[in-house]
């Protein structure tokens, strides 16, 4: 055995050496197979041999006969064994020429070395060979065709794969399942394939039968169709048994795709000649047109539909053949279901009437069952035009349309109107391809672009969202027909409704008009069917504002600009927005010259925040010139191009509050690069911030505020940066105790922070704690407020679509570096000082990320733990009003910040709540707060989807507690006490 080692060891380094010497060693090999001893090292040097040398034939010959002859594969390792296989692929890679004079003795032994192989590495490499033989050599002579049984019988054995990899193993069960398809699909396998998957399909398991279709549609692309027409009864039987009985979305799909390729291969072209398609589409068609027709007789017609849909997609010959015939039927089943019996008179039998209603009730089961069978179709039609296969389509679709624009118009059931929007839909889809003018004319479509509309006007909300899903769908594949044949007709639906201050219309129509702006077209669209439908549809919803101005229609007015604001892209799509932009201006300037108010109407507001995301889409040379106009710092000439300029420019120091509005949009929106007067504009919205009170969040003080944060946080020259904090130093910071103030502070810190700006950031709110140290208690919560949102990424008037100057991380910062200085001050100041840290140490927990509060939870842990204790006592002892009053604030903060971690982890939740359960249970009765009562029944619930042991034992103790609060006089603790209690029973 060392001899054979070490001569194997030495032939990696043979030099060029002559073909007798290399007859030699492979004589001297394979006499000395039947030593078991020695084989891996036998088998090694005869792979090492093949893989640098040229063998002679007799060589060949001699390895296969001596392998095949002194070698039982039964008694071999798996590794040896895979040497042996190895050898195979080798010889039948280099020598297959010579292997095909003993072709019997080769697949012989072959089959005999595969058989009752179990490991994975070495099932590869079988597989591999198999495939290759079945593929190299000639399959009609006798000595291979003899053993084509025995070689499906060999792979056939492991349908299907169970193999479960184990740990560091490479080959995965995919690898399998895909290499041993390759084996079974060898057309020459065909008698014993079809029988042996169809065998399959009645596995219990899912799996297997997805395996085995999914074996199917690889035979349907490796079978002529001569192999596959005689078993298309048995195919067609499987096909509508399982979709009829299973509903595992996976065989299903698997399923059906199968019986798209079987129906594809039989309609082949390219490989059947005109006879034998008509021949076998006879057969074929014959078969699901007749079971398909008769399911509108049936309930359950959707697995019919689907068989027809899948059927149909096979080819544009199949389609044909299936669509005409169906279409008859279907028309004349629509026809017999629409004409019902009149109803019965009044003087009728209960039977009569009884039977009037059951009559009527089928009808319109089967109407909607056509309906059904019809979107099918279409849905198939729609794959085969779109795919390219039109010119082999030619069924008429008349029949189809009638049904449909019938359906749409007469009185039907929600179902079938459903369907028929859908179906509509799916024609015009049709049409937009190429190709579909051929199927479906302009006349055509124009009524059904007619139905459509009409069908949105429909009070069922499941028809109005399928006719939303259908314009979405039009908008995308064809932007120009969505444009003339949709948006006028909504357009005209919506001015109305504003005429007539009819909410629903202007809610009805807003939702389709937003639809055609937020839906992107279709890459790569024909030109005659692009075009900017998203500057068109915006446009008209900014002429409807401009239409409830003028009518003063205030709550159209508010609920259009809304929808502007919600639906503008937040790019050009490289279309035109010059239409927009000018209708946009018109509204701008109803806002700009609307009369003076302290605080801006709901309808104004929405007008002003509508056109911010348009001025956004403006290039930096038109915000140039609007913003030059709002501040009458223009330069242009008299010819300059003033489509873009306000009306009745106002100089900055003369501007009120509404003229603020609209410098404050252009201001948010406008791009870095646009200049204007940084100091000056940062004074004058200073100078708002102190002259107006916080009333709520569209005052001119909460305006200013914004505009502020976004001067600073879009400032690129630092002396201006410098000079206008010294004038918020100046001026903010002394009045820092009025609310207005404050709230202006906290914006222009988050604004500097955002964009790593921490000197001046931290300079502020440094302001702010000191304030908060000396504030009273009314005062101080309102102050803790507002630092606890400085960690809060605000999501419009910073967001990072406009501006690109904020830094990562920047609230982690703000988190860690004012955490320890909070929790100092809570734990040291005592009074108001104390209760305004923790409020505002509460306020930051519920703006930060879960996982920065993570990294900090044991050290709040104890201060929400100790806190609430002593809360709970000083309760205990103090029931007057005013130490209740101050109990209430701490334990609405403690109580929110609770809520908040309990949504973090299970194992933080557990440790915190075994300790404070029983204190919770308590405040669950407290009646000076209803935010009290309401967040310790959401802990509980929280709570009860925890598994753990330890929480299991407080299971009976937290059902009794909570029988007190069923009886709640507020309703949504009482929701939430119901829903809590009937999880602890649970537990």
Known sequence: MRAVELLTLCVPALPAIPPSAVHTLVTFYSSRLHDLVCLPHLATGITQLLEKFSLTKEAVHSIVQQIFKEVQPVTLLSGTKRKLLQINKLLLEKY???????????????????????????LLIAYEIHDKLMRTFDQTKDAVAYFHEEL?????????????????????????????????????????????????????????????????????DRYPASRVAPSWNELWGAYKNEVLCNDDKGVLEACLNALTKTVAKLTDKATCTDAERKQYLTTVITMIVNACSSSTQNQNVKPYASLLHYAAVGSGLACTTIVKPVTEQLRKLYLQAAATQPPPAEDSS???????????QESQRAAEAVMVSLLALLGAIYKVVDQGAGDDFNAPLEGIINTVYESMVVKSTEATRQAAVEACTKLLAISTLPGGDKHISQPQATSLYMCLNRAYGTESKVVRASVLNGIASISAANPSSASVHLLPRFEEILLESIKEKKIEGVEQALDVLGVMVTTAPQPKLQPERDCPLTVHALTTLLRA?????????????????????????????????????VAMMTVLNITWKTPLTTNYPSHIYATAKACEPIVALMTTEQQQILLESGMDTSKMEEDGDRRYSLDGATPLEKA?????????????????????????????????????????????????????????????????????FKVISEKLVPAAAKKTATYALQWAARSLLMRGDAKRGN???????????????????????????????????????????????????????????????????????SLNAFCCLSC???????????????????IFIKQLQQHMQHISQNTDAASLQTSKVYLE?????????????????????LQVYPDLLRLTTFKPSMAVRKSCVEIFDKMAEIESPNVRKCRSEVIDGLHDVLDDHKRAVRIKAIQARNKWYQV
């Open 96 to 122: 297959s020429t010579w292997l095909e004079e003993i072709t019997d003795k080769f697949v012989q032994g072959f089959i005999n070395l595969m058989d009752g192989e179990r490991d994975p590495r070495n």
């Open 152 to 220: 499906f019988d060999v792979v056939s054995c492991y349908f299907p794969i169970t193999f479960t990899p184990k740990g560091g193993e490479t080959i995965t069960k995919d690898d399998l399942k895909r290499e041993l398809r390759r084996t079974l699909t060898a057309p020459e396998f065909s008698t014993w394939a079809f029988p042996f998957l169809l065998d399959k399909l009645s596995a219990i398991a899912n799996e297997t039968r997805v395996d085995a279709f999914v074996v199917l549609q690889d035979c349907m």
């Open 350 to 360: 209960a039977v009569d009437k009884l039977s009037a209603v059951v009559a009527n």
């Open 545 to 581: 504002v401009f239409a409830a101005v003028q009518e003063g229609a205030g709550e159209a007015w508010e609920l259009t600009a809304t929808r502007i604001q919600e639906t503008v892209p937040a790019d050009s799509r490289g279309q035109d927005f010059h239409d927009a932009f």
């Open 656 to 724: 009120n509050s509404n003229h603020l509005l609209v410098l404050s949009v252009i201001l948010i929106a406008a791009r870095k690069e646009v200049k204007y007067p940084t100091v000056q504009m940062v004074g004058h919205l200073v100078d708002t911030i102190l002259n107006n009170e916080i009333s709520s969040t569209t005052g001119p003080a909460e305006v200013a505020s914004h505009s502020l944060a976004a001067i600073l946080n879009k400032c690129t020259d630092e002396e201006e940066l410098t000079a206008s």
């Open 763 to 833: 300079e502020l709110c440094k302001v702010l704690l000191d304030l908060l140290g000396s504030a009273s208690e009314a005062d101080g919560k309102f102050i803790a407020n507002q630092f606890g949102q400085i960690p809060q990424k605000p999501e419009e008037t910073l967001i990072s679509r406009n501006y690109a100057t904020s830094r990562l991380l920047w609230d982690q910062r703000v988190f860690v570096m004012y955490l320890p200085q909070l929790i100092s001050s809570q734990q040291t100041a005592s009074g108001a000082a």
């Open 844 to 862: 930051m927990i519920q703006h930060v990320k879960p996982s920065m509060l993570m990294n900090h939870i044991t050290q709040l842990q104890s």
């Open 893 to 913: 903060s403690i109580l929110s910040t609770l809520v908040t971690v309990f949504e973090l982890d299970n194992e933080v939740m557990e440790s915190i709540f």
